[in-house]
């Protein structure tokens, strides 16, 4: 909203206030002031001259050579561009040593040979916008009105010497809308009177009920609907100071009727309508909704069909005007137009909207009904808009008006305590400081017994619970005002829980191992859903999907950071490395809401270290991602407690995917992307894992224990075992280590040979074994023992039998 600080004196005292000064108490008192725009700033040395002769320039076929009287003691000769200069008229003359915006310096010169003294201007190059000047000086001078004064600051004459206070309202404050409602809070703020427009209208003896009726079949979107007849217009340009205040607002000027419908708009809020009324082609008004596939030609020359739902204005057959958004061509104000059909009315502010938004019209009438209008405005701003016709226009306002009015508002009534205020506020307010507040902005308030009961005007219809009464008290008395307090209680430091504690160092971790952290949809499609979930239940489809790839909560997060590497795999970034930690949604029987499950997911494609002057490559394979995840377990301390089983899961490789156990129970899995599932996304070796994080966090780590530096040595022995290809290593690792014992503290495989050397269907592993004593130095007879009861061990349970 753009506030002239002239136009709001009209209204308001504002002595001893100034626009920098009023914008700041504004501001402290709620509503957002975004600046003050001097419209002359930087403008001088231009007035009002009179175009004494016009003459073509003898060298230039495009010129003008002017002799104009500036008020000065002698005319000044000015050579002149624009097409529609001509003798007789008053125009703005920037004189020699004027300074126009961009520090743009009027100097004599001399043009084709010809002198010129100044420079007559357009509006543009006064520094109004061409999108707001009138039409007809859109290209070329402005043409002051005859009785302009020559010589008189030109500036002053447009209202350029002024300043516009630009309003960023939130939507709840649409009383603000209007200079009317910026009036009532700038006087409740600065606790002054409110001076209303003049709106006392001489009618004739006619009726305008005799020249139209007036119908509404849609109640519901339109309870009140004015219409006032104009008689006798004379359409011609609105009155300087009307145009000035309407291009300073943001609105083109086009003719006096038209303007004052703008006019009143921005006074009162109240959007209004001129219809020709001799064009209307009937003396019925009726308000209806559209029927399906109807068409009308609004005033933009755009042909626009209607849909069932939209409110129209017709002359009884056929619409004239859509509803609160924009008229209709075949009935608009134009030059020979002489009786006017005036109205006023309240819609519904989501018909409004709806239609708007259809078409694609957003105008400033339609965003006031979108907000809402003051219902006890609508006949006030009709009256008022007649009574400038009359004025300005030359128009007999015919007796009365014609009304359709099935609205029933009652003004809200809201109660609250100066208790309930002095807590919420922290402050010990008194009841007549309350009621001070209440009387500024112009609210009924009874008081009884520190019970205030206030009756809301209908033009604050923002104010409809206790709290935005206690919100009027705060900010009018001051949030300046309000003294800086502790909170009373108990203070308690905060910290993380320890399950947040341990995912910031899962997070910290798999960040310092130079993987970067994704944040994925949580949506996905049919398709995708169940690809790679850890736990296979029925998905959630939403009730409501924007589109079929994002239609169902994902049960794993693999799939979608799969296409993040895809994305990056295709704009050249081959070597990634991504985590994400998330939920994923577990239907539950019987269970309206899906069960959250936080898990953990990795992918890595490409290099992991890439050192080229060295000559050293190394890519991606299982065992890195494999250690990342230890060196995760080994951060949480739970090293120990986790294992990898060999599995076979659907999308993965069958021979490099694991399955991760937490003391016996799976939790995840890690491996490679199938290779047919790389050549369908066209990725190369991609390595991927997710676990269940919350299974993770939440397991029972031994406490921290410390172990002295060993004093005694240690033996190591080195077996080749030949086994069945069948079995995996994880298998003798185990049965090994149990039979160890507590001599054996280390079991390392360190080579696996298949060939030729070896009977069909079988392989050779190798295992390193570290013995060792805490207490004593072994000997080679505790070793040999203990070691022969491994090989025992591995030939019972498994078959193995030392490679010879």
Request: charged share 25%.
């Given at each position: 909203m753009f506030v002239s600080y002239k136009w709001l004196q009209d209204y308001v005292d504002l002595s001893g206030v100034t626009p920098t000064e009023l914008a700041e108490k504004i501001t402290k008192s709620g509503i957002e002031v975004e600046g003050v725009e001097v419209l002359n700033e930087g403008i001088s040395g231009v007035v009002v001259g009179y175009v004494m002769e016009r003459e073509q320039h003898p060298n230039a076929d495009k010129l003008s050579k002017c002799l104009v009287d500036i008020g000065a003691e002698a005319p000044v000769q000015i050579i002149c561009g624009a097409k529609n200069v001509a003798q007789g008229q008053k125009v703005a003359v920037a004189t020699v040593g004027a300074i126009l915006p961009g520090d743009f310096k009027i100097k004599k010169a001399k043009l084709r040979g010809e002198e010129s003294n100044g420079m007559i201007c357009s509006l543009q190059e006064l520094g109004i916008e061409g999108k707001l000047a009138p039409k007809e000086y859109a290209e070329g001078i402005f043409v002051f009105p005859a009785d302009t004064e020559v010589g008189s600051d030109a500036m002053a004459q447009l209202n350029r010497d002024d300043q516009v206070l630009k309003l960023s309202l939130t939507p709840n404050r649409s009383d603000a809308l209007s200079m009317l409602g910026v009036a009532y809070e700038v006087a409740a703020i600065l606790g002054r009177e409110v001076k209303l427009p003049e709106a006392k209208v001489t009618e004739a003896t006619e009726k305008a009920s005799n020249y139209i009726s007036i119908s509404v079949d849609a109640k519901e979107e339109n309870p009140l609907y004015v219409g006032k007849v104009i008689k006798n217009v004379k359409i011609a340009p609105a009155p300087l100071w009307m145009q000035t205040r309407l291009m300073a607002a943001g609105i083109r000027p086009h003719n006096n009727v038209v303007d004052i419908t703008n006019y009143i708009l921005l006074e009162y809020g109240q959007p209004l309508h001129a219809f020709d009324y001799d064009r209307l082609g009937s003396k019925e008004i009726l308000i209806r909704l559209a029927h399906e596939g109807e068409v009308v030609e609004t005033l933009d020359d755009v042909k626009r069909t209607l849909s069932s739902d939209e409110l129209v204005i017709t002359n009884g057959q056929i619409p004239v005007a859509l509803a609160g958004v924009m008229g209709g061509a075949n009935s608009e104000v134009s030059l020979d137009t002489t009786t006017v059909l005036l109205e006023s009315a309240y819609f519904k502010g989501g018909s409004i909207r709806k239609t708007s938004k259809t078409h694609g019209l957003r105008s400033e009438a339609s965003a006031r009904f979108e907000k809402g209008v003051d219902p006890n405005r609508v006949r006030a701003a009709a009256e008022r808009a007649a009574y400038l016709m009359e004025l300005y226009a030359g128009g007999e306002v015919l007796e009365g008006s014609v009304v359709a009015d099935s609205l029933e508002?009652?003004?809200?009534?809201?109660?609250?305590?100066?208790?309930?205020?002095?807590?919420?506020?922290?402050?010990?307010?008194?009841?007549?400081?309350?009621?001070?507040?209440?009387?500024?902005?112009?609210?009924?308030?009874?008081?009884?017994?520190?019970?205030?009961?206030?009756?809301?005007?209908?033009?604050?219809?923002?104010?409809?619970?206790?709290?935005?009464?206690?919100?009027?008290?705060?900010?009018?008395?001051?949030?300046?005002?309000?003294?800086?307090?502790?909170?009373?209680?108990?203070?308690?430091?905060?910290?993380?829980?320890?399950?947040?504690?341990?995912?910031?160092?899962?997070?910290?971790?798999?960040?310092?191992?130079?993987?970067?952290?994704?944040?994925?949809?949580?949506?996905?499609?049919?398709?995708?859903?169940?690809?790679?979930?850890?736990?296979?239940?029925?998905?959630?489809?939403?009730?409501?999907?924007?589109?079929?790839?994002?239609?169902?909560?994902?049960?794993?997060?693999?799939?979608?950071?799969?296409?993040?590497?895809?994305?990056?795999?295709?704009?050249?970034?081959?070597?990634?490395?991504?985590?994400?930690?998330?939920?994923?949604?577990?239907?539950?029987?019987?269970?309206?809401?899906?069960?959250?499950?936080?898990?953990?997911?990795?992918?890595?494609?490409?290099?992991?270290?890439?050192?080229?002057?060295?000559?050293?490559?190394?890519?991606?394979?299982?065992?890195?991602?494999k250690g990342i995840l230890e060196g995760l377990f080994a951060k949480l301390g739970l090293q120990e407690k986790v294992e990898y089983r060999k599995a076979s899961i659907e999308g993965m490789h069958p021979g490099r995917t694991a399955e991760v156990l937490l003391e016996g129970k799976s939790i995840g899995f890690v491996g490679q992307i199938h290779p047919q599932v790389q050549k369908e996304k066209d990725l190369k070796d991609t390595y991927v894992s997710e676990i269940n994080l919350r299974e993770a966090l939440q397991a029972a780590t031994e406490p921290l224990k410390y172990q002295s530096i060993p004093r005694y040595p240690s033996i190591t022995r080195d077996i080749a075992l030949v086994v069945d290809k069948a079995v995996s290593s994880f298998e003798l690792k185990s049965v090994i280590q149990i039979a160890g014992g507590a001599l054996l503290k280390e079991v390392q495989v360190f080579d696996l040979y298949e060939g030729d050397r070896l009977e069909a269907g079988t392989k050779s592993i190798a295992f390193s074994l570290k013995y060792f004593d805490p207490e004593r130095t072994l000997t080679d007879e505790d070793v040999t023992k203990t070691h022969q009861q491994v090989l025992n061990a591995l030939e019972q349970k498994t078959g193995a039998v030392l490679r010879g």
């Open positions: 508002i009652q003004p809200a009534v809201v109660s609250t305590t100066l208790e309930k205020i002095n807590n919420v506020i922290g402050m010990n307010l008194d009841i007549e400081t309350v009621e001070a507040i209440f009387a500024r902005l112009k609210f009924d308030v009874e008081t009884d017994n520190e019970v205030f009961k206030v009756t809301v005007p209908s033009r604050r219809g923002d104010i409809t619970i206790e709290e935005d009464l206690i919100e009027e008290v705060a900010r009018l008395y001051g949030y300046d005002n309000i003294p800086s307090t502790l909170p009373i209680g108990e203070a308690t430091p905060g910290r993380l829980t320890d399950y947040q504690l341990k995912r910031r160092i899962a997070r910290n971790y798999l960040e310092s191992t130079g993987l970067y952290q994704a944040v994925t949809y949580s949506l996905t499609s049919e398709d995708k859903v169940s690809q790679y979930a850890l736990d296979k239940r029925e998905p959630i489809r939403l009730a409501m999907p924007m589109s079929e790839e994002r239609s169902l909560l994902r049960l794993s997060i693999v799939p979608q950071l799969l296409e993040v590497v895809k994305y990056n795999a295709a704009r050249q970034h081959d070597s990634t490395g991504v985590y994400e930690t998330g939920a994923v949604f577990l239907a539950e029987s019987g269970q309206e809401l899906p069960q959250e499950q936080e898990h953990l997911a990795v992918a890595l494609t490409g290099l992991w270290h890439s050192h080229l002057w060295q000559g050293e490559k190394k890519p991606v394979d299982f065992y890195v991602l």
